[in-house]
DNA sequence: GTCTATAATTCGATAGAC
DNA sequence: GTCTATCGAATTATAGAC
């Protein structure tokens, strides 16, 4: 009880407590990807965050909507490091670099919610919930394809090809990487089985550059 | 019964018999498919294939090595279009869209069973499934490295670039286009989403030609 | 089919901040 | 005084056992 009124005191501006809504988002996000939507109970992700049941039900309306506010927050946390690289200036191949690994050390540090989202993805149910998924995680996509678009206007990187599909593939390849990270350990002759970032950096190098024979360096 | 008896005669040679046994994994794959591997019952796989549950146990020891048959065969077809493909003669971007175009094509008409072997690679469950099921798959990759290294030695295709993160690359795309196309529908901008071998095609232009600016035709 | 355990959700009240 | 975060208890809803 003490306790409780000393946490009140230390938050002093902001109308919404953040520090109780966050801690909140960080075990949900914990539990929901341990124990999948079904497998987690609200009552064990209040307990983990030290609150009651029913302040977890005053700050999202349903567990429904906990969820989707822990994935949502996840894409938000990358569009803030997707801005700060994108902004920086530089040879467009060095950029491109720096973009695919930070994605692929975004995605492997925040291992639970990434699989809870690929999760979500895979189940294609026509539910409100993946509309606001696939709304959220397409802000981010579409700031990358962007990002591409206006660099081939400026004559940065090659016209003809799609922008979308340049940014998909950029996607694809660390995704799958992701996914199949403890499998590829096995594969002969391929060396980046637990090297991420090396492997990111190597796909920039394919996709920059191209297969075609005609390198002149 | 007398189907059955003429179906013996036909085989004159080879020790297992063939048509019982191909119905057997085709019943098997999409049953399996459907229902997951603890979902899957012998008993419905046999009723499926018209064939009694000790017939099934007579030609796979067990549920565990029918389920790798079935997997092992869908790489095995693949296979075969892998060796018809790569065997082809013309310039490498046509003979690259025509891989990507049948690897396209081979996981979406095969999409249980790809489902399936997607699924087993994510529980990374040290057993012997996964064992055999990625020394079947990466007999699969290996080829396919194999055969832009060896376009590589002939000046045909960018040496600088490792062989093995470019097919995965390749594969990678595919693979992620696969799992998400029903939700790349909702992407903004995104025109791909209903048509497979576009996109197939449209990915190899970006990684033949490559982002970078100087593109002279 | 009822019974029961578990989990989601709602209610009413309290306390501190402005 | 109103507003909001918080809580404990009460109320459904659901899934599994018998």
Redesign the interface.
Known sequence: MAKVATAHETRAFETDGIPARERLLACAASIFAKRGYAGASMAEIAAEADISKSTVFHHFGSKRALYLAVIETAAQDFAATLETVLEKTGP??ER?VDFQCQHMGHILSNELVTDLVLRE??K?QSTES??L??DVL?AN??RL?DF?SEAQSQ????????P???A??L???N???F??R??LK???????ADRPQP?AK??I?????????D?SE
Do not use: C, W
């Open positions: 467009l191949d491109l993805l895979q294609s993946v509309h998924v696939r397409s996509f579409m394809v591409i004559k940065l990187l090659n016209e003809a090809l799609d979308s599909v340049a998909l593939t996607i694809s390849a995704v799958f990487f996914q199949h403890k499998v096995h594969l002969p002759n391929f060396d980046y492997y190597a796909v190098d394919v996709i920059f550059h191209g297969l075609d024979r390198r």
